[in-house]
């Protein structure tokens, strides 16, 4: 018995969507960053102080955040006091002192002087 040749699905590679600020094709994110240069401060759980960052850009589901800790946990509350927001974040990837990080909530507004 013969068996059918195997089909492979082919695309032009312009019918590719890569989104322009991908820099190597793998970009897998659902909406476009926007460059940032917020100064931010990561809330942690019990304690009494947080850890200072900068977010390098930001998109609505996520963020890349520049850290000068060791580690952190899966999830925080990320307060931008740049745009005057938090919101509870999950990091997903970590390569040095850089994170990306998925938002669990919308960004929500909070005052500088109201308690995080």
Not at 22 to 44: C, K, M, T, Y
Not at 62 to 73: H, M
Request: positive net charge.
């Amino acid at each position: 018995m013969i068996q059918p040749a195997l089909k492979f699905e082919t695309r032009n590679l312009a019918e590719r969507k890569t989104p322009a600020n991908a820099f190597d094709g793998s970009e897998q994110r659902r909406s476009r960053r926007d460059p940032a240069n917020d100064l931010s401060e990561i809330i942690l759980d019990g304690r009494k102080f947080g850890v200072a960052c900068l977010i390098h850009d930001i998109s609505e589901g996520g963020a890349r955040l520049e850290v000068s800790c060791g580690e952190l946990p899966k999830r925080f509350v990320l307060a931008n006091y740049t745009r005057r927001t938090k919101t509870l974040c999950r990091l997903v990837w970590r390569k040095n002192q850089i994170i990306g990080v998925n938002f669990l909530t919308k960004p929500r507004p909070f005052s500088i002087d109201e308690r995080l």
